[in-house]
């Protein structure tokens, strides 16, 4: 049985990973930065399931651009229900 507190809206489409390729369910946010086109409170947003986690984590790593990762269901409740997925340039 769905839970009706955490299941998406009728018709909405259930968050999936970033990674190129995947559409497993996503459970990870990775809130990140580039600091030469966006002010330091700015956090753009990828999403992550368990196996891409890392693997979107060191790219965004090398780079200095991740700054936090958290699971999903901690964002939504973080950013008052905003849509993690944000706009098509995020992912």
């Known amino acids: 049985m769905t839970d009706p507190v955490t299941a998406p809206p009728p018709g909405?489409?259930?968050?999936?990973c970033s990674a190129k390729g995947c559409r497993e369910a996503a459970v990870w946010v990775l809130a990140w930065n580039n600091p030469k086109l966006h002010t330091p409170e700015r956090r753009k947003t990828w999403l992550a399931c368990e196996e891409h986690r890392e693997h979107l984590s060191r790219f965004l790593g090398v780079r200095s651009f991740l700054k936090d990762v958290v699971p999903l269901a901690e964002w939504e409740g973080r950013e008052g229900g905003q849509d993690p997925e944000g706009s098509a340039a995020d992912r």
């Open 12 to 16: 909405a489409a259930a968050p999936v």
